[in-house]
C-alpha cells in the first residue's frame, strides 16, 4: 500500500513538472520557432530529444545554448539569446523537452 500511494506520488510529480515545462516554452516565446513535432525554423523537440538521447552533458549544454543563443548544430539559422530568462526555468523547459519521445 505505502508502495502504491509512492508510486502514484511520484507519477503525478512527473507529469506536474513536465506540464510546467511545456508551459514555460510556451510563455517564453519558443513555440515561435519551435514545435515539439516538425520542424519549423529551429528543430523540433522530438530531434533535439533524439539528438542527446545518450548525451550526458546535453542538459548543461542546451541551458547555455538557449541563454546565450547559438548557430550551428542544425543548420546556418542562428537561434537568438534569451538572457532574461531565469536559469532556473530553461533548466525546467530543457528537463521538459530531453523527456519528450
Ligand atoms: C527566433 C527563433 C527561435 C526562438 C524564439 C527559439 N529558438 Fe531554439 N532554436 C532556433 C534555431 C534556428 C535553432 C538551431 C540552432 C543551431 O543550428 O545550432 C534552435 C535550437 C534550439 C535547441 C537545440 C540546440 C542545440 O544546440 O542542439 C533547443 C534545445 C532550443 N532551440 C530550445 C529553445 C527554447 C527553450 C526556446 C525558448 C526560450 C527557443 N529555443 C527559442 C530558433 C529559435
Not at 505505502?2 to 503525478?12: P, R, V, Y
Amino acid at each position: 500500500m505505502k508502495n502504491l500511494i509512492f508510486t502514484l506520488l511520484l507519477i503525478s510529480c512527473i507529469s506536474l513538472q513536465a506540464e510546467t515545462g511545456k508551459q514555460l516554452a510556451q510563455e517564453s516565446g519558443c513555440l515561435a520557432c519551435h514545435s515539439v513535432k516538425t520542424k519549423v525554423l529551429g528543430p523540433s523537440y522530438i530531434d533535439v530529444a533524439k539528438k542527446y538521447k545518450s548525451d550526458k552533458s546535453a542538459n548543461k549544454k542546451l541551458v547555455n545554448k538557449i541563454i546565450n543563443g547559438g548557430t550551428g548544430n542544425w543548420g546556418n539559422i542562428p537561434m537568438p539569446p534569451h538572457p532574461k530568462l531565469k536559469k532556473q526555468d530553461v533548466q525546467e523547459i530543457v528537463n521538459w523537452i530531453l523527456t519528450i519521445q
